[in-house]
């Protein structure tokens, strides 16, 4: 993967990362997953951004340099990954929203349990990165230089299956058209309005 495709606005890399790769090598063994799912999160001009405040010890990733990984903990449950993107020092981030194993499955099985269908193993973004192994102590993992998650280019997804919509569960900006997916792919996540969402402006 090219630090010249991720040095660009959020909105702008997401379609982007449609179908590239992001694999996680462990002792237990490697996953790879294909990505099927994105959103974006436009730093201090998004509301609904982690970064909108401004910088934080706990968002600081954010702000750059592009091709690194920004993890956070959802709700206090599940882990969730955002590649960084744009220039440093101007917050921007892409969520993994969805994926498809094709490196692994009986050890993103494993994680993520037994009766687990293959579709689901990788579908929003908590279940995204216990299939791939991701925590916490992969924040700021370096993706294009790294020895052990590493982001690289799929096949080519055709315009014509990327499909743009609202993003999920966010209460805030909910209504920006940031979230890019794959027409019919199986493993993409059900669209869900936050019960807190109110209309704003578009971007």
Same mark, same amino acid.
């Given at each position: ?39 974006a999160y436009s ?17 600081? @990733? ?8 920004? @993890? ?21 981030? @892409? ?7 094709? %490196? ?32 916490? %102590? ?16 799929? %096949? ?11 993003? @999920? ?16 792919d199986p493993t ?16």
């Amino acid at each position: 993967m090219n630090v010249a495709l991720l040095a660009r606005p959020a909105e702008e890399v997401a379609p982007r990362l449609l179908g590239a790769i992001l694999t996680h090598e462990t002792p237990e063994g490697t996953v790879s997953i294909t990505i099927t799912e994105t959103e974006a999160y436009s730093g201090t001009a998004d509301p609904a951004s982690h970064a909108y405040r401004g910088r934080t010890p706990r968002n600081a @990733v954010m702000f750059g340099p592009a091709g690194h990984l920004y @993890v956070y903990r959802s709700h206090g449950l599940h882990w969730c990954a955002n590649v960084v993107t744009g220039t440093d020092g101007i917050a921007s981030a @892409v969520l993994i929203r969805a994926g498809r194993v094709i %490196e692994g499955e009986d050890l993103a099985r494993k994680r993520r349990g037994e009766r687990v269908e293959s579709p689901r193993l990788a579908r929003g973004p908590g279940n995204f990165c216990q299939a791939l192994g991701i925590t916490g %102590e992969h924040n700021g993992a370096d993706l294009l230089t790294g020895t052990s998650v590493m982001l690289s280019e799929g %096949e080519s997804v055709p315009t014509a299956l990327i499909q743009v919509g609202p993003r @999920v569960g966010v209460s805030k900006a909910h209504d920006w058209q940031h979230r890019f997916y794959l027409a019919g792919d199986p493993t993409v996540s059900v669209y869900r309005l936050s019960p807190r969402a109110k209309p704003s402006a578009g971007a």
